[in-house]
């Protein structure tokens, strides 16, 4: 009897450490899995970030784009409508004969011609008179005053033509987009 009870005590400290035991294993093996299941779940949510982050980058890429592409749009109808207004004429339709729009039309066209020529009638003039204001006993300091004079006055009127009659156009841009 004995033996009956020994085999019997047997059993169940050996079944309760076998159960003991797999319960460890179960536990562990569920932590670990736990573990892991939580570092894939933080994976995914750093790919989602950057997913995120690439559609955002995606999204001001092609918002700079549209609005590049709109400036230059805008540009190109205000060069135009700029071109329209240079060609507008008040003598059409019905007004063709009428001679004071002619004539306004014709002073339109040639205003810009005329500016241009007169600015270097008036730097020739200015030269000219220099020549013989200049004499053999003239002083070195007048001389150097007076060629500032004309150098600064050439440097006036030539800037205001050309800022005046291209300046009036709208500039093309250089931003080129790879």
């Known amino acids: 009897m004995l033996d009956l009870l020994s ?9 309760g ?4 035991l797999g ?10 899995h736990q573990a892991a299941k939580y570092k894939h779940d933080q994976r995914m949510e750093e790919l ?13 890429a092609i918002a700079d784009r549209k609005a590049t592409a709109a400036e230059q749009v805008a540009r190109s109808q205000a060069q ?26 014709v002073l339109r066209g ?8 007169y600015c270097a009638a008036i730097l020739t003039m200015l030269l000219i008179y220099i020549e ?9 300091e007048l001389i150097g005053g ?10 006036y009127i030539c800037s205001t033509v050309l800022l005046w009659w291209f300046g009036s156009r709208p500039r093309h841009s250089a931003k080129v987009h790879a």
């Open 7 to 15: 085999n019997a005590l047997t059993a169940i400290l050996g079944g």
């Open 80 to 105: 135009t409508a700029s071109y329209g207004a240079d060609r507008a004429t008040y003598a059409i339709g019905t007004h063709a004969d009428n001679g004071w729009l002619i004539a306004v039309d």
């Open 132 to 140: 013989h204001t200049i004499g053999p006993g003239t002083q070195a």
């Open 17 to 20: 450490a076998t159960g003991l």
């Open 23 to 32: 319960s460890a294993v179960t536990g562990w093996l569920d932590y670990k």
């Open 146 to 155: 007076i060629l500032q004079q004309l150098v600064n006055g050439i440097l």
């Open 110 to 117: 040639i205003i810009r011609p005329l500016l241009t020529l």
């Open 48 to 60: 989602s970030q950057q997913a995120i982050e690439l559609e955002n980058e995606g999204a001001l």
